[in-house]
């Protein structure tokens, strides 16, 4: 096995997973383009000799932590030949529904498991196969449920454990299984496990969290990760929250410090106690017991925490925002916690499973997800959902093209052991239609187009409610319609810095609340979501797109959804089949043929605005699908189609 240093090429580090990942995401962030890992000249290029470039950047300091977590990783991804075999996850279309805002039952402004219960017949006439339910466990929703309080007991404003295996059985009639949101990096504050943990120190549930002594930690101050509420104490260590401000948490009573990569009120768990994770493996039996198909593991590449939980590098810090994160981001003993999960609770359900791993990319991805792992079937991966050199908080348009090198990328160089998950929404993120073109007159071809690009790949499709109508993002007026916890914090921050102005603007361009408004389905008060107002509003180009209008004009982006779904589940070409693109330097032109025993399709499609020149003159082939009635030569803004050849 090579050890890597600073005396390695770039081409062996980027050969490694690890390294290739971490790359990536490093030329994301200049804004410069990933094809230049592709780079023979560069890969000849030592480290060191790009560190000196760097003008001491990359310092050593920089340096030992980016190797350390390297070298962490012994094995090396396979790329198998041949067909993948199949499986109901591949072929199915997953639609996640985030429940607060899908349905209101009992006219209390929020959405229930009752209400989608009421809904299941409108979902079946779209196609969908699954549903993703984002978390509906008791909790005090200080990150909407993604602060679990009793992993047991369902969320008293969604129903009741009645209504959750009513909804079982209501989905087993209609053929569609159902996916659990599971989150087992953290727990809220207010989980039994923690106040017990916190209350008594000779309790077990003590090491299932990172609690510690004021007394010990260390007293050095950091000037920039400022100790909220503590005093002159300082915390454990340097590492800082995704949801702004230091990771820890002083609870004064106690005198403890207690880590948060999240809000204050989401505690991080222990993976390191054994009893913990008899625990969650009791847990996750306790809902397929139930009959649940599968399960989207929040986070879960960050359980495994480097020991010691050492200060974060400085230099890495400030490159992301966020300190800490080389000790955590895919720990050592990641893929033996996923394995042990794997062995003890899903292989005998037969459960499928979806890690989110934010800062895990293609090659990672393989590790966690390959066939012959036995971690994961599948892998979210976020480095398709912004610009080179842009964030989430950026106003900016989002140009497809780079999408398309991607996709062309990652379709290219995986194996038939590995399986990838298509998706531009979800609920932490802004609707897609917006960040490419917000002009109202390209909002339905552009919802088509998006459509067919998704369905048109190798991979599982995911729809976030409301895409298939095409959604777009909110018109927020001040921040009193905000009210999701990271937004609400990051703002505060640019407030505190003086750049209240600024902040708002990224909060427009970014805010997770976009996706969060209530589903509309028909032109009823609040768009028939709920009679009363509701916990958080939509504005009224959501609004007036309603289910009933779409259902009723056969031209709609819903209809275009539900006929892709359809159209996949008769062309199994469309999941299994190899994927080839051609003439890929033509900006704005999309071409690809997959093939699938004696099967071949064609999909062709402008990524733009403006139309373009056909390179390829009319396609051969019968059309089955097309955005708009197609023209000879010339393909019009955002057209796409998919011909069988
Ligand atoms: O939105 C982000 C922060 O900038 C993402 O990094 C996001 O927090 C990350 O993808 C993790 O998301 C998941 O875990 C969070 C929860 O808030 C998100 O809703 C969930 O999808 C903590 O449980
Ligand atoms: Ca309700």
Redesign the pocket.
């Known amino acids: 096995m090579v050890h890597l240093s600073k005396n390695s090429r770039l081409g062996d580090i980027i050969d490694h997973p690890v390294g290739h990942d971490m790359c990536y995401r490093l030329l994301l962030m200049l804004g410069l383009n990933p094809l230049l890992l592709k780079n023979p000249l560069l890969r000849r290029l030592r480290f060191r000799t790009l560190a000196k470039l760097s003008h001491g950047q990359l310092d050593d300091a920089f340096m030992d932590s980016f190797f350390h977590l390297l070298n962490i990783e012994k094995d090396r991804p396979v790329n198998k030949m041949g067909e993948p075999t199949t499986a109901w996850w591949k072929e199915a279309t997953i639609y996640q529904i985030y429940p607060r805002s899908f349905c209101d039952s009992n006219a209390d402004g929020i959405g229930d498991l009752r209400g989608i219960i009421n809904k299941l017949d409108d979902l079946k006439a779209l196609g969908v196969d699954a549903l993703w339910l984002s978390p509906i466990y008791r909790s005090p929703d200080d990150?909407n449920g993604?602060d679990i309080s009793d992993y047991y007991d369902i969320h008293e404003d969604f129903g009741t454990m009645d209504d959750f295996d009513e909804l079982i059985v209501e989905l087993e009639k209609r053929d569609m299984r159902l996916i659990m949101d599971m989150?087992l990096?953290?727990t809220s504050d207010e989980h039994a496990w923690f106040q017990e943990a916190l209350r008594d120190p000779k309790s077990p549930k003590r090491n299932y969290y990172f609690l510690r002594d004021a007394a010990s930690s260390k007293s050095v101050k950091s000037e920039d990760t400022p100790s909220q509420e503590c005093g002159d104490l300082s915390p454990p260590n340097n590492w800082t929250s995704?949801f702004r401000g230091s990771a820890w948490r002083y609870f004064p009573e106690e005198e403890l410090w207690g880590l948060h990569l999240?809000s204050k009120k989401?505690m991080d768990l222990n993976w390191e106690s054994e009893a913990l994770r008899d625990e969650i493996m009791e847990i996750l039996h306790f809902w397929l017991k139930k009959g649940v198909s599968g399960f989207r593991l929040?986070?879960i590449n960050y359980i495994s925490k480097a020991e010691g939980l050492p200060e974060g590098n400085e230099t890495i810090g400030a490159m992301l925002s966020f300190y800490g994160i080389e000790h955590y981001v895919f720990g050592a003993k990641l893929h033996e916690h996923l394995r042990e999960m794997q062995t003890r609770a899903f292989t005998p359900y037969r459960a499928f499973t979806v890690g989110?791993c934010?800062g895990v990319g293609r090659e990672m991805s393989k590790l966690l997800a390959g066939e012959e792992r036995g971690e994961m079937d599948l892998v979210f991966s976020?480095d398709h959902l912004e610009n080179p050199g842009f964030t989430?908080w950026d106003d900016y348009r989002y140009d497809l093209d780079y999408y398309k090198h991607y996709m062309i990328n990652e379709q290219e160089a995986l194996g038939s052991n590995h399986w990838m998950s298509l998706f531009f929404e979800?609920?932490?993120n802004p609707r897609m239609i917006s960040k490419v073109n917000p002009d109202p007159h390209v909002r339905e071809q552009l919802g088509k187009l998006l459509a067919l690009l998704l369905f048109s790949m190798r991979g599982t499709v995911f729809l976030y409610q409301g895409q298939e109508l095409g959604l777009i993002n909110e018109d927020f007026r001040s921040m009193d319609d905000i009210r999701d916890v990271?937004s609400l914090n990051y703002y505060r921050e640019k407030v505190a810095e003086g750049n209240e102005d600024q902040g708002w603007r990224d909060i427009l361009a970014g805010s997770?609340d976009h996706a969060r408004t209530p589903y509309p389905w028909d032109d009823q008060p609040h768009a028939g979501f709920s009679p009363v107002t509701p916990w958080i509003e939509s504005s009224s180009s959501n609004r007036s797109n309603h289910l009933n209008a779409q259902r009723a004009d056969d031209n709609s982006v819903w209809h275009f959804y539900r006929k892709l779904i359809d159209i996949r589940r008769h062309h199994k070409g469309l999941v299994y089949g190899d994927v080839k693109f051609v003439k890929k330097k033509k900006r704005h032109y999309w071409a690809c043929y997959r093939t699938y025993g004696d099967k071949r399709y064609f999909i062709e499609a402008n990524l733009s605005d403006k139309p373009i020149k056909r390179p390829t003159g009319n396609p051969e082939g019968r059309l089955i699908i097309s955005t708009h009635s197609s023209q000879k030569n010339l393909l019009q803004p955002y057209e796409a189609a998919i011909y069988e050849l």
């Open positions: 990150d993604y989150v990096n953290h995704f999240f989401q929040d986070v989110e934010p976020f989430r979800n609920h932490d990271e997770r």
